[in-house]
């Protein structure tokens, strides 16, 4: 399966929904979402992963930059829709610290 990466900005909020693989295949895709998508400042970012299959480490280095680089404050950022065995490596990594993990 191809990984693919969209984004819409309503306001000062964007979404980004991650389908597929959340590695590192998707970084370009991945940065353009937050970076060259965006007009203005953002307060905050809700990333839909109900559609990624996988993520592995360099997925959540992706997470990771991408909160250093918007420097966003820790609840600012959502990961929504995580499939079980996504949700249990985020927590087990302990990324529930800096980003909100529903």
Do not use: W
Request: aromatic residues 6%; proline residues 2%.
């Amino acid at each position: 399966m191809s990984s693919t990466v969209t984004s819409n900005q309503q306001g000062n909020h964007l979404n980004i929904a991650i389908a597929g693989r959340f590695d590192f295949s998707i970084l370009q895709d991945f940065r353009n979402a937050y970076t060259l998508e965006v007009e203005g400042p953002i307060a905050g970012i809700s990333i839909d992963l109900s559609r990624s299959e996988h993520m592995d480490s360099s997925g959540m280095g992706l997470l990771l930059t991408l909160k250093k680089e918007l420097k966003l404050d820790s609840g600012r950022i959502e990961l929504n829709n995580c499939k079980p065995h996504i949700r249990d490596a985020l927590l087990a990594a302990r990324l529930d610290h800096f980003f909100k993990v529903n």
